[in-house]
């Protein structure tokens, strides 16, 4: 474990991110071969940044990225390469990344940008804070 904590703390460094974030298991679903990729977040005054690892995905056109009730990023890449989890319980294929992301505020999908590292195999989204109030229909 030290060595995995060792992993993220130098990788979060590289970046210049200041938190990982953890979800409870790093798979979804084992059996299917669905991972949760590592997450890495840096707030300032007025926008987030995430920073996602797609290992083995070359090709953006394999990322998905959707915001659902304008604070959750959900977000589904398929590795072009074959990339192998290995577990105690032997080596598992990863088929699909899986994150979905709480957003600590209310956002349009305008406020939201996504650029795909192809050589870094990363996502890198940007959430930048709404410029304007909402306005509500009063009726």
Known sequence: MDHFYFYIEKRKKESGMDAHLL???DFSCEEHGVARPNVYERKEANR?????????????KDIDVSLEAGDVLNITAKPSLQV???SLSGNIPIKEYRARIQIPMDVD???IGAEFKKKEEML?????KPKKAKEIEVK
């Open 84 to 86: 192998i989890y290995r």
């Open 48 to 60: 987030y940044h995430y920073l996602i690892e797609l290992d083995g995905v070359k090709r953006k």
């Open 23 to 25: 979800e409870e298991a």
């Open 109 to 111: 999908a305008e406020d």
């Open 124 to 128: 890198h989204i940007t959430v930048q």
